[in-house]
């Protein structure tokens, strides 16, 4: 049941996504570039950026053998500008407000931070009681 809530919800998402592209694309044509559409598709242009990133630093299919802090860096140096750029295309805030990109690129950092903090202690929470039960495991084995 939980494997087939979680199909369901990522066909979901991948309609969502292609009616949205699909939506705005009209709205080009109809409306021409008007703000909620051209903040939408850079919205969306940045969920395909931050995904190919997370596809580059998280997965060995381009980057192999790298510690996970500096995979965290290599990422976190990537999205910021890659973000910044959509942001500045999409008219997410005014450009020349200098507070707006204070603002913008604290509420990043706070968001990086706070995603690597909750990993990393799940992570050492899981491996922990892996490395537990492998503990055990030996022991009943008599390694």
Sequence with gaps: MKNIAKQALVRACV????????WCAAGL??????EGIVITLSLLFACVLLTTLQVLWF?????????YPARIAGFGL??????????AAGGWFPVSNAGAWVTFVAIYLATLIAITAGYTLHYRRTAGSFD?????????RGE
Excluded: D, Q, S
């Design 29 to 34: 044509i109809f409306a021409g570039p008007v």
């Design 15 to 22: 309609v969502f996504t292609a009616a949205m592209v699909l």
């Design 59 to 67: 997965t060995e299919a381009v980057v192999r053998r790298l510690a």
């Design 78 to 87: 990537t999205a910021l500008p890659a973000l910044a750029g959509c942001a």
């Design 132 to 140: 537990a039960a492998l503990a055990r495991y030996r022991e009943g």
